[in-house]
Nanobody, 129 residues
Framework: QVQLVESGGGSVQAGGSLRLSCTAS??????????MGWFRQGLGKEREGVAV???????TYADSVKGRFTISKDNAKNTLYLEMNVLNSEDTAMYYC?????????????????????WGQGTQVTVSS
C-alpha cells in the first residue's frame, strides 16, 4: 500500500513562491515504476490536475501553470516536488500528491485526476493579493 505525505504548503502573497514536497512509502517494485502528479481543489471547485511526471521523468503541465510551476522527483529519496512561482489568488487550493503504478506515459493532468490510485491527505496553499 503506497502512502503519500505532502508538506510545504502555507500562505504567501501574490507573486511569491512555494515548494511542495510529497514523500512516498510502500512502493511495490521500484519508485520509478509509477506515474505521479500534483492535483488541487479550490473551495467549491472540482479537483483538477496541475502537473504529472512519467516514470521516466517526463513532465506535463496544465495550461494554467505552464511556465510558473515545475514538477520533479528524486527517486532515491522517494520524493516528489512542485516548485510554484509567480503565484496568484487563482492558485489558492488544497494541493494533493497522487500516484499510480505505470511504466508508460502518464495521462494528461486533466485525465490523471480520474485514474490515480493513491492519494495523499493534501497541503493547503493560500495566496493573498
Amino acid at each position: 500500500q503506497v502512502q503519500l505525505v505532502e508538506s510545504g504548503g502555507g500562505s504567501v502573497q501574490a507573486g511569491g513562491s512555494l515548494r511542495l514536497s510529497c514523500t512516498a512509502s510502500g512502493y511495490s517494485g521500484t519508485a520509478t515504476n509509477y506515474c505521479m502528479g500534483w492535483f488541487r481543489q479550490g473551495l467549491g471547485k472540482e479537483r483538477e490536475g496541475v502537473a504529472v511526471i512519467d516514470s521516466d521523468g517526463s513532465p506535463t503541465y496544465a495550461d494554467s501553470v505552464k511556465g510558473r510551476f515545475t514538477i520533479s522527483k528524486d527517486n532515491a529519496k522517494n520524493t516528489l516536488y512542485l516548485e510554484m512561482n509567480v503565484l496568484n489568488s487563482e492558485d489558492t487550493a488544497m494541493y494533493y500528491c497522487a500516484a499510480k503504478p505505470s511504466l508508460w506515459a502518464c495521462p494528461s493532468p486533466r485525465r490523471s485526476v480520474h485514474v490515480m490510485g493513491y492519494w495523499g491527505q493534501g497541503t493547503q496553499v493560500t495566496v493573498s493579493s
